[in-house]
């Protein structure tokens, strides 16, 4: 039993020196590359919690808004990314020219599908050097709305209002149209529309419509609130209010359009304003008159 396990161990040291690969005359072996996997998964997490401290520790001293802070966490993060895959090649003496073999080998992986990867990691990088979307903004793409609350190396993890949480490539942002509502400011203009039925007194409706965006505290004062005449519609004299609002999510704007439309409605109540609906006047071409009879 102590002979098999002696020539079972004896095997251990040339295992553990097999050279996988020859670079500039530098034998990489198997325990090189173990011993280097390990050092790297160990200062990933090192340089994931010196990153998060100096966000935590440096950055929120200085008056520097959370999409910055992320932006700054993330690059110091890449940078002792880049030091440490330097610092592990240095101590374990293999030379640098190694990424010519792995760059080639990276370009036929890219040449058979990596080039997605590769491209959403680019794209990350342009988002965090522009800022066009930055975590905590509120953005709608394509048919997902919500706020932004993580920027990655290949993905943007958005929370809707649903709680629901979207993972989006980065591409994404850049190939298709983004509406974001919080770019530069959290000041945005929404309407509400009513119709009323024809014969209604429009300068009153423009009074009562002002009315109920003045005693609407979320609602701004400056810019001061518009009603606009739009349209004469089909079944009603259409008017739009205009106003101004600081926005934190979605569902904020939209319960204050609906505290519009209860307020709005209680008004034109008081007022006996009629909010108009869809009339149809029916024409029948008969040759004689129709007659017509009440059954008991």
């Given at each position: 039993?102590?002979?098999?396990?002696?020539?079972?161990?004896?095997?251990?040291?040339?295992?553990?020196?097999?050279?996988?690969?020859?670079?500039?005359?530098?034998?990489?072996?198997?325990?090189?590359?173990?011993?280097?996997?390990?050092?790297?998964?160990?200062?990933?997490?090192?340089?994931?919690?010196?990153?998060?401290?100096?966000?935590?520790?440096?950055?929120?001293?200085?008056?520097?808004?959370?999409?910055?802070?992320?932006?700054?966490?993330?690059?110091?993060?890449?940078?002792?990314?880049?030091?440490?895959?330097?610092?592990?090649?240095?101590?374990?003496?293999?030379?640098?020219?190694?990424?010519?073999?792995?760059?080639?080998?990276l370009a036929i992986g890219v040449g058979f599908g990596s080039q997605n990867i590769v491209n959403n990691f680019i794209?990350?990088?342009?988002?965090?050097?522009?800022?066009?979307?930055?975590?905590?903004?509120?953005?709608?793409?394509?048919?997902?709305?919500?706020?932004?609350?993580?920027?990655?190396?290949?993905?943007?993890?958005?929370?809707?209002?649903?709680?629901?949480?979207?993972?989006?490539?980065?591409?994404?942002?850049?190939?298709?149209?983004?509406?974001?509502?919080?770019?530069?400011?959290?000041?945005?203009?929404?309407?509400?529309?009513?119709?009323?039925?024809?014969?209604?007194?429009?300068?009153?409706?423009?009074?009562?419509?002002?009315?109920?965006?003045?005693?609407?505290?979320?609602?701004?004062?400056?810019?001061?609130?518009?009603?606009?005449?739009?349209?004469?519609?089909?079944?009603?004299?259409?008017?739009?209010?205009?106003?101004?609002?600081?926005?934190?999510?979605?569902?904020?704007?939209?319960?204050?359009?609906?505290?519009?439309?209860?307020?709005?409605?209680?008004?034109?109540?008081?007022?006996?304003?009629?909010?108009?609906?869809?009339?149809?006047?029916?024409?029948?071409?008969?040759?004689?008159?129709?007659?017509?009879?009440?059954?008991?």
């Open positions: 039993m102590e002979d098999k396990l002696s020539d079972l161990f004896s095997w251990a040291p040339d295992f553990w020196n097999f050279q996988l690969i020859q670079v500039d005359g530098q034998s990489i072996t198997f325990g090189t590359v173990l011993t280097g996997i390990i050092l790297f998964i160990l200062g990933y997490f090192i340089c994931k919690s010196i990153s998060r401290q100096f966000a935590k520790k440096i950055l929120s001293r200085f008056d520097i808004d959370q999409a910055l802070q992320h932006t700054l966490q993330t690059f110091v993060f890449y940078i002792l990314l880049v030091i440490l895959t330097l610092f592990v090649l240095r101590l374990l003496h293999v030379p640098v020219t190694i990424f010519t073999v792995l760059g080639g080998a794209s990350g990088l342009i988002i965090m050097i522009e800022r066009p979307v930055k975590v905590g903004d509120i953005i709608e793409v394509g048919d997902v709305s919500g706020t932004v609350i993580n920027i990655g190396a290949r993905s943007t993890q958005i929370k809707t209002l649903d709680n629901t949480h979207y993972v989006i490539p980065n591409s994404t942002f850049l190939e298709q149209n983004v509406l974001n509502w919080t770019l530069s400011d959290d000041l945005v203009r929404t309407f509400v529309s009513v119709g009323v039925a024809y014969g209604s007194d429009a300068r009153k409706v423009e009074e009562l419509l002002k009315q109920a965006a003045q005693e609407e505290e979320k609602v701004l004062n400056y810019p001061e609130p518009v009603v606009v005449f739009s349209d004469f519609g089909d079944n009603a004299l259409v008017f739009k209010l205009f106003f101004w609002t600081k926005i934190k999510d979605i569902m904020s704007l939209r319960a204050l359009e609906s505290a519009l439309r209860f307020r709005i409605n209680h008004l034109f109540n008081e007022a006996e304003i009629v909010i108009a609906f869809p009339q149809r006047d029916v024409h029948l071409d008969t040759p004689s008159p129709i007659k017509v009879e009440v059954l008991k």
